[in-house]
């Protein structure tokens, strides 16, 4: 168990490079593998839910090399995988799980996945669902609709499927499955999830087209393909990694941060909108695209945030963010309400809970809702005001969690212990050097 210390400070300064994007580096390595020739992937993140996609593939015979600048998938094509000799090992990662069940049921081999404490009691429901509708021979070996799963050779077909949860993983899991399938496949989300897989399968050259709904729903539809070709794939920053940063420099008084290269997807920003909303001083500088995934420089300053309402289809575009946004709203005037958002209770630990356990400890005034909470801001830490005290708080194993109280606690009084910190290399390897050079600069 390591514990992190962390205490008030002001006037944070400095540049940060964000690191790779999470949900667009496992990507890459999945249809690099299924792919034919080599795909080269610049800014890859090397954190631990990445490096479980990497450690699966190698299982299937895919040469994965880690160079200095760049990573190298040596793909094996569409049907090139080979049967793993062990159990492919997930760890704690949700999206190399989902996704990987999409491709490993058009494979004709038996495969299962399994992962830590927690993955393995993440629900997989829905996704053997639909996978089973379109003829996959995928089950849950314990029978609780968790992993570990075992998928058998299947023959698939297209399906349409509409998803009861804004879920990109679901709707991942479903096209990549679909790339094997007869007929085409249609995915409809009652809001739109993010769309990295279909920017990326686009790419590939393979044949994808979404639709949105004026209900607010999105479509999203593939046709079966022959191959992939490799692709140069630049992986942007990830924004879910920037909140952490953005919400220093907001909360900090006497702060001015430049967070370089951070993702700025529509699918991805609604914690700008947000930010937006509650009156943070942010300003996008030198913005740019490859493949389709837009990418911004952030400039942030100190401001004095004002509570607001998180709900609706905005949720998707924030999931892993709700936990920054709740310290934020516990450090704003006024109250925020976050609401549509019962997603939170699937993710790494129930958030709704873990947040909950957080804010409290340290002095918040946070109610939990079935879908959500209603937090009652204490104002703006300034020298006159210090809305939240140092505790100790436990990630539970949750790197968003973790990182989201390291933030809170530069802004409380005392110590803020953060429990078993190591959990951050999960997607940000790292995170809390970076963290301490804003203030020993
Ligand atoms: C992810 C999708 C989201 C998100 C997760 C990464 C992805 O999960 O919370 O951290 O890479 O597709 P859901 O699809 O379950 O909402």
Redesign the pocket.
């Known amino acids: 168990m390591s514990v992190k210390t962390i205490t008030k400070k002001s006037g944070l300064r400095g540049e940060i490079t964000i690191p790779g994007d999470?949900?667009i580096s496992?990507r890459s390595i999945m249809l690099g593998s299924i792919a034919l020739g080599t795909t080269e992937i610049t800014n890859f993140l090397e954190g631990a839910d990445c490096m479980s996609t990497i450690g699966c593939f190698r299982r299937m015979g895919v040469e994965i090399e880690r160079k200095a600048d760049c990573v190298l998938v040596h793909g094996k094509g569409m049907r090139g995988l080979s049967a793993p000799n062990n159990t492919l090992s997930v760890g704690n990662s949700?999206?190399t799980t989902?996704?990987l069940s999409g491709i490993l049921a058009g494979q004709n081999f038996t495969s299962v996945m399994s992962g830590d404490a927690s993955l393995n009691s993440r629900p997989m429901g829905r996704i053997i669902a639909p996978l089973r509708d379109m003829g996959a021979d995928i089950t849950s070996i314990n029978g609780d609709s968790c992993a570990p799963l075992k998928i058998s050779p299947g023959t698939l077909r297209g399906i349409s499927y509409r998803s009861p949860?804004?879920?990109?993983?679901?709707k991942?899991a479903i096209l990549l499955a679909g790339l094997y399938a007869e007929g085409d496949t249609h995915v409809t989300e009652p809001a739109l999830?993010?769309n990295?897989?279909e920017l990326m399968l686009q790419s590939f050259g393979v044949d994808v087209a979404t639709a949105f709904h004026a209900d607010g729903s999105a479509a999203a539809e593939v046709h079966p393909c022959l191959e992939l070709y490799g692709q140069q794939i630049y992986v942007p920053g990830d924004i879910?990694s920037a909140a952490y940063f953005i919400a220093a420099g907001a909360l900090v008084p006497g702060s001015e941060l430049l967070i370089k290269n951070a993702g700025t997807n529509t699918t991805r920003a609604g914690f700008l909108k947000v930010c937006e909303a509650m009156g943070a001083d942010l300003t996008l500088m030198s913005e740019s695209n490859t493949g389709g995934e837009p990418r911004s420089d952030i400039l942030v300053r100190t401001s004095t945030l004002k509570g607001t309402v998180i709900e609706g289809t905005l949720i998707?575009s924030l999931?892993?963010e709700i936990p920054m946004l709740a310290v934020m709203a516990a450090c704003a005037e006024g109250t925020t309400v976050i609401r549509d958002a019962a997603?939170l209770k699937?993710?790494e630990t129930n958030r709704i809970d873990t947040i909950t356990a957080g804010l409290k400890a340290m002095g918040a005034d946070v109610t939990p809702t079935d879908d959500g909470m209603i937090i009652h801001g204490k104002g703006a830490p300034r020298k006159d005001n210090t809305p939240l005290r140092g505790a100790e708080i436990q990630s539970f194993l949750d790197h968003r969690i973790a990182m989201s109280f390291a933030v809170a606690g530069l802004t409380a009084s005392g110590e803020t212990r953060i429990i078993d910190s190591q959990c951050v290399d999960v997607s940000y390897p790292g995170f809390f050097e970076t963290l301490k050079r804003l203030y020993s600069a």
């Not at 949860?165 to 679901?170: D, G, I, L, M, T």
Request: glycine share 4%; hydrophobic share 30%.
């Open positions: 999470k949900s496992h949700g999206t989902r996704l949860v804004a879920s990109a993983q679901v991942s999830s993010r990295h897989t879910s998707p999931i892993d997603e699937v993710k």
